[in-house]
T-cell receptor
């Protein structure tokens, strides 16, 4: 079974602080994909990143960075120098190649990030 | 903007009624997945359509059904609405080859009274 846990329900920071959102996943598959999505108040899910299970290289994109560690089954997301526009709900998700539905996403419950000016 | 559109944006229905939600996939995409997102929860997979056939289903009762048309657009139908069906319904489109790269529409917010 696939499972994603986002233990942090809500996080509040002040602008310019760094913040890390945690994601822990469970899967028995050796080939799988991990995702982060951002959901602003408008509701649309905005794709941020996809990593496959064979690529543990950390990634940086502007103020965003991701730390993938298979040893701890974690895929954490860090925002550096946070801004008010970063306020949103962030979801971590997992999909695996095994099973009847390719690409089926299993989402965590999300972390509400609020950045105060 | 992902190029995935959904209609309507908002919908209010009463218990027992039926509802149809629509999704137009991104150009070049032939696979559509539907998700239900209850308030304060992550999206839950309902089902996926590929080549006009259902290709996998989550833990949802048969009163949730769907269609995919030759142009790859899709409908989600829910019969005998219940209060717990109130949620944001999201569709995601992808190509078959890039099925692990899904693009979501803005969603339809359904309220059941």
């Amino acid at each position: 079974a696939q499972k994603v846990t986002q233990a942090q329900t809500e996080i509040s920071v002040v602008e310019k602080e760094d913040v890390t959102l945690d994601c822990v996943y469970e899967t028995r598959d050796t080939t799988y994909y991990l995702f982060w999505y951002k959901q602003p108040p408008s509701g649309e899910l905005v794709f941020l990143i996809r990593r496959n299970s064979f690529d543990e290289q950390n990634e940086i994109s502007g103020r965003y960075s991701w730390n993938f560690q298979k040893s701890t089954s974690s895929f954490n997301f860090t925002i550096t120098a946070s801004q008010v526009v970063d306020s949103a709900v962030y979801f971590c998700a997992l999909s695996a190649d095994r099973g009847s539905t390719l690409g089926r996403l299993y989402f965590g419950r999300g972390t509400q990030l609020t950045v105060w000016p | 903007e992902t190029g995935v559109t959904q209609s309507p944006t908002h919908l209010i229905k009463t218990r027992g009624q039926q509802v149809t939600l629509r999704c137009s996939s991104q150009s070049g995409h032939n696979t559509v997945s539907w998700y239900q997102q209850a308030l304060g929860q992550g999206p839950q997979f309902i089902f996926q359509y590929y080549r006009e056939e259902e290709n996998g289903r989550g833990n949802f009762p048969p009163r949730f059904s769907g269609l995919q048309f030759p142009n790859y657009s899709s409908e989600l139908n829910v019969n005998a609405l219940e209060l717990d069906d109130s949620a944001l319904y999201l569709c995601a489109s992808s190509s078959r080859q890039g099925v692990n790269e899904q693009f979501f529409g803005p969603g339809t917010r359904l309220t059941v009274l």
